[in-house]
């Protein structure tokens, strides 16, 4: 049965009334085209939205998960080195800031887990040397002290003079109580050492010391000025045929104190702590003992401060920079970096 759209309309000049039959199904006609047209196009919209929406998840939660599962491979623990995440294709804005934010921290962490490594190997560094040194080390001193005053007694002043000095020497680097000592004891040692070269090299070797009073009660570690002055002789005087004269300059430099070590010998070589930190070239002599010089300086006084050799015209300059702490400082406060 069809259904018909009943209009009446009346004409009243003339007297006429018009019905107007329209069937349903011609009037809705276009109503329902444009119905069923926006239904389909809400449709696809509603299905691009949603592929939309699942592809942008999914690209996150992939971030997501491949960086947890970088995470789940770190090393628990005894970790000896943090991988930094290194996926650069990341699509959301805040996983790659996290990535950012993760590499700093374990770059930061790496940096202190190596310093904390290099500070273990100082300290059983310095326990082995005491261990080492108490194979009764005062029998050799105490030894040297009666040779000393057999010598003098019989009037052998060189050998007397050569083996007191000895004898301090050794007296100091048995000593294991002080690590910590003043510029002033520091450089008494070296002269000790300079007076038993001076009596194997005689004219050869020509010494000089510019002390600034400023630095005499200033901290430094227990052999540190030696093993520059013990390298001066080994790759200056021992490197030449003529003489060759060493100095011992220590003076005040701002807030730093700098203890040098010069030498007219040949010139070392080039980049030569660097070298040796990257076991480029092989250390000879007290090569080792240099890049300890350095660690300890760091180690007390921290990164700021520490060992340099350059070349300066005619001479070699092995440099100590430290910080201006006195003794009377350190005893009641201590160190602070």
Same mark, same amino acid.
């Given at each position: 049965?069809?259904?018909?759209?009943?209009?009446?309309?009346?004409?009243?000049?003339?007297?006429?009334?018009?019905?107007?039959?329209?069937?349903?199904?011609?009037?809705?006609?276009?109503?329902?085209?444009?119905?069923?047209?926006?239904?389909?196009?809400?449709?696809?919209?509603?299905?691009?939205?949603?592929?939309?929406?699942?592809?942008?998840?999914?690209?996150?939660?992939?971030?997501?998960?491949?960086?947890?599962?970088?995470?789940?491979?770190?090393?628990?623990?005894?970790?000896?080195?943090?991988?930094?995440?290194?996926?650069?294709?990341?699509?959301?804005?805040?996983?790659?800031?996290?990535?950012?934010?993760? =590499?700093?921290?374990?770059?930061?962490?790496?940096?202190?887990?190596?310093?904390?490594?290099?500070?273990?190997?100082?300290?059983?560094?310095?326990?082995?040397?005491?261990?080492?040194?108490?194979?009764?080390?005062?029998?050799?001193? =105490?030894?040297?002290?009666?040779?000393?005053?057999?010598?003098?007694?019989?009037?052998?002043?060189?050998?007397?003079?050569?083996?007191?000095?000895? @004898?301090?020497?050794?007296?100091?680097?048995?000593?294991?109580?002080?690590?910590?000592?003043?510029?002033?004891?520091?450089?008494?040692?070296?002269? =000790?050492?300079?007076?038993?070269?001076?009596?194997?090299?005689?004219?050869?070797?020509?010494?000089?010391?510019?002390?600034?009073?400023?630095?005499?009660?200033?901290?430094?570690?227990?052999?540190?000025?030696?093993?520059?002055?013990?390298?001066?002789?080994?790759?200056?005087?021992?490197?030449?045929?003529?003489?060759?004269?060493?100095?011992?300059?220590?003076?005040?430099?701002?807030?730093?104190?700098?203890?040098?070590?010069?030498?007219?010998?040949?010139?070392?070589?080039?980049?030569?702590?660097?070298?040796?930190?990257?076991?480029?070239?092989?250390?000879?002599?007290?090569?080792? @003992?240099?890049? =300890?010089?350095?660690?300890?300086?760091?180690?007390?006084?921290?990164?700021?401060?520490?060992?340099?050799?350059?070349?300066?015209?005619?001479?070699?300059?092995?440099?100590?920079?430290?910080?201006?702490?006195?003794?009377?400082?350190?005893?009641?406060? @201590?160190?602070?970096?």
């Amino acid at each position: 049965m069809v259904g018909f759209f009943v209009a009446n309309f009346q004409n009243d000049s003339q007297q006429f009334a018009y019905t107007i039959l329209i069937p349903y199904s011609e009037l809705f006609a276009d109503v329902w085209k444009a119905f069923k047209l926006y239904t389909s196009i809400f449709i696809l919209c509603g299905i691009i939205v949603m592929v939309a929406s699942f592809s942008s998840a999914y690209r996150v939660t992939r971030d997501i998960r491949q960086f947890i599962q970088h995470i789940d491979k770190l090393p628990g623990e005894n970790i000896t080195g943090l991988l930094p995440y290194e996926k650069e294709d990341i699509s959301d804005k805040d996983v790659y800031a996290l990535k950012n934010a993760f =590499n700093f921290m374990t770059a930061r962490i790496n940096e202190l887990v190596r310093d904390n490594y290099l500070k273990q190997i100082l300290i059983k560094e310095m326990q082995l040397k005491t261990l080492q040194s108490q194979m009764n080390p005062h029998f050799l001193y =105490n030894t040297l002290n009666s040779v000393y005053w057999m010598t003098k007694t019989a009037g052998v002043t060189d050998a007397a003079a050569m083996i007191y000095s000895f @004898g301090q020497f050794i007296r100091e680097a048995i000593n294991n109580e002080e690590y910590i000592i003043t510029i002033d004891k520091e450089v008494d040692i070296v002269r =000790n050492y300079f007076i038993i070269q001076k009596y194997r090299y005689e004219d050869r070797l020509n010494i000089e010391f510019e002390i600034s009073e400023e630095c005499s009660d200033l901290i430094i570690p227990k052999f540190t000025i030696q093993p520059l002055a013990e390298n001066a002789i080994t790759y200056g005087l021992e490197r030449m045929l003529g003489a060759c004269t060493v100095k011992v300059n220590i003076f005040k430099e701002q807030d730093s104190c700098v203890c040098q070590v010069i030498n007219d010998g040949p010139a070392p070589e080039p980049d030569l702590l660097e070298k040796l930190r990257n076991n480029e070239i092989t250390s000879k002599g007290n090569g080792i @003992g240099i890049l =300890n010089i350095d660690k300890r300086i760091k180690f007390v006084f921290g990164e700021n401060y520490g060992l340099s050799i350059f070349r300066t015209g005619e001479q070699t300059i092995a440099q100590v920079k430290i910080k201006c702490i006195s003794m009377e400082e350190y005893e009641t406060e @201590g160190l602070h970096g």
